[in-house]
């Protein structure tokens, strides 16, 4: 019994397709949407032009598609598109975000962050590096279901927090955070509100329109696009520009907040695949709700526990235990039908428990059993029921 599984990895000929596991490791980084690929080899060759060349039409050419794009990554979260500063991807985004506030936290004596237990490393680890500098920082735990509860981001809240940040969608389990009512909690607070929504960006529409957020760390390479691109959203507040500063110095590029020649044909790359993602969400939840479906029907007779509130977790994305299989023997007897991981990407070089499960107050057998599957609208899963008996083989040996 094999899955015949297309992987969704445009390139490479249809028997190398047919060889390979299905990728379901959409969470981790997506395969870029091959129209996308076409706009970013067209401003590799054709246009290359340096976006800050004033003096010909290279550079002309260059600067408009770069301030297309800024308008097309805007308008997915209601942004101008000034407010967009272009980075590495979320990692750096959230670097800047939380580092950058830093002098301003110092200046005006507001030296309390909050946050969450379940963040990602680039979140954590900034937070991390002002603890050393002297903040106070207060990491909420999540709920058993591994979203962080709005009452107790408002119960954390100071006179002098300057910042709250919580992610949008948590990049292992998929549940969806209740950034709407943290917003609503933060009404009456003057705390800058920075969302790292590398997950959700793209894939969940309204929440991250709100006026409240500040700041939004997004990423190209989880929309389809490409890797090394990303943006840190920084929306005007009562008509002023956040008292942000750079982490580098150069030429002034970005207003100053993140100098350096800009990646034009990532960027472009990034702005198609912001505005395929914006006009074809609701289909590609569907397709990623069917998927699913699909998922669970072959799954849930194996008596598999669902890591994170399955009525809360995003339509491309499961979290699952298998009772009695380790997650890494799993990984390995999947290895040729499906590519799967057991969290983040980030921190799978060196195998630890991880620390969003670990959070959430799960059994340590569950945690360690955890396998994370995500896929994409493009994803082709032939045959579940092979995954599924290989994991039963796996529990019943
Ligand atoms: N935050 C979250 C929630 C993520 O899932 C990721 C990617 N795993 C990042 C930040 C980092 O994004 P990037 O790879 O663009 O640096």
Request: proline share 5%.
């Amino acid at each position: 019994m094999t899955v015949t599984a297309t992987t969704d990895t445009p390139g490479g000929s249809d028997a190398q397709k047919l060889q390979r596991p299905v990728y379901l490791d959409c969470n981790a980084t997506t395969p870029v949407e091959p129209a996308v690929m076409e706009e970013i080899v067209r401003w590799t060759v054709e246009e290359f032009g340096n976006a800050g060349s004033r003096t010909h039409h290279y550079g002309q050419a260059a600067k408009n598609r770069v301030n297309a794009a800024r308008a097309d990554i805007a308008s997915v979260v209601d942004a101008c598109a000034d407010e967009v500063v272009f980075t590495s991807g979320a990692t750096e985004s959230n670097n800047l975000a939380i580092l950058g506030l830093a002098s301003h936290g110092v200046r005006t004596g507001r030296l309390h962050i909050v946050s969450t237990q379940i963040e990602h490393k680039s979140v954590l680890g900034p937070l991390d590096e002002l603890s050393r500098r002297g903040f106070d920082v207060t990491l909420i735990r999540p709920t058993p279901g591994g979203w962080v509860d709005p009452d107790e981001v408002q119960a954390a809240l100071r006179a002098d927090t300057l910042l709250v940040s919580t992610m949008a969608v948590n990049n292992e389990t998929g549940v969806v955070q209740p950034i709407a009512e943290i917003a609503d909690a933060l009404k009456e607070h003057e705390a800058f509100f920075h969302v790292d929504a590398a997950q959700a960006f793209g894939k969940i529409i309204a929440p991250l329109r709100l006026k409240r957020i500040d700041l939004m760390s997004i990423s190209g390479h989880k929309i389809y696009g490409p890797k090394g691109i990303g943006a840190l959203m920084t929306r005007r507040r009562r008509f002023s520009r956040l008292p942000l500063e750079p982490l580098q110095y150069g030429g002034g590029q970005e207003r100053g907040l993140r100098p350096g020649t800009l990646p034009v044909a990532l960027i472009a790359g990034f702005g198609l695949a912001a505005s395929l993602a914006l006009q074809n969400h609701e289909q590609r939840a569907a397709k990623c709700a069917a998927i699913k479906r699909e998922a669970l029907a072959s799954l849930l007779p194996l008596g598999i526990g669902i890591n994170g509130d399955p009525d809360r977790t995003i339509e491309h994305t499961i979290n699952f235990s298998v009772p009695g299989v380790d997650s890494e023997a799993a990984i390995v007897a999947l290895k040729n039908l499906a590519a799967v991981s057991n969290g983040s990407a980030c921190t799978s070089q060196s195998y630890e428990p991880s620390h969003v499960l670990v959070a959430a107050g799960l059994p340590s057998e569950q945690i360690e059993g955890a396998l994370r599957m995500s896929w994409s609208h493009l994803t082709v899963v032939d045959d579940w029921t092979a995954i599924a008996e290989t994991l039963g083989r796996l529990a019943r040996p």
